[in-house]
């Protein structure tokens, strides 16, 4: 795996991968950025978030369950020293489908968050308390 980041402009910066797809950073105005794309912590909460997603969704329509919609929302406290590292992380999957159980749901997302998503490992490998609820909307 490989990735570039070149400065845009100020402190936005575009990363691109291999094969041509972008991810734009950017900082506050009271560092130098101009607000104009998420921080590089933001991003990584939703890298964390995306790679769990993915997970759970995989899973569930292997087990033949319809996934409407998926929300993930994360809440996130970082330390107050420098490095500002994340020290805890709470993950709230809102599962929207006529056929899903909970349990299928609570499942899905024990088994990314143990053994699949490697975001997710990373954070708790930082010391990061990670931890997550599950709800069902039909």
Not at 11 to 39: K, L, W
Not at 113 to 137: D, H, L, N
Request: glycine share 4%; with cysteine; proline share 3%.
């Amino acid at each position: 795996m490989k990735v570039t980041l070149k400065l845009d402009r100020k402190m936005r910066i575009i990363g691109s991968d291999n094969r041509g797809h972008q991810t734009i950073f950017d900082s506050y105005p009271s560092v130098g950025g101009e607000d104009t794309a998420s921080t590089p912590m933001e991003i990584l909460l939703q890298a964390m978030a995306a790679c769990s997603f993915m997970d759970v969704v995989s899973i569930l329509r292997k087990k033949r369950k319809t996934v409407t919609d998926l929300i993930i929302n994360v809440e996130a406290e970082r330390a107050e020293q420098h490095p500002k590292i994340f020290i805890k992380v709470h993950l709230l999957y809102e599962l929207i489908s006529p056929d899903a159980e909970l349990k299928d749901l609570e499942r899905a997302i024990e088994l990314s968050q143990q053994t699949y998503c490697g975001a997710s490992a990373m954070f708790k490998k930082s010391g990061c308390i990670v931890t997550w609820e599950a709800k069902i909307k039909q």
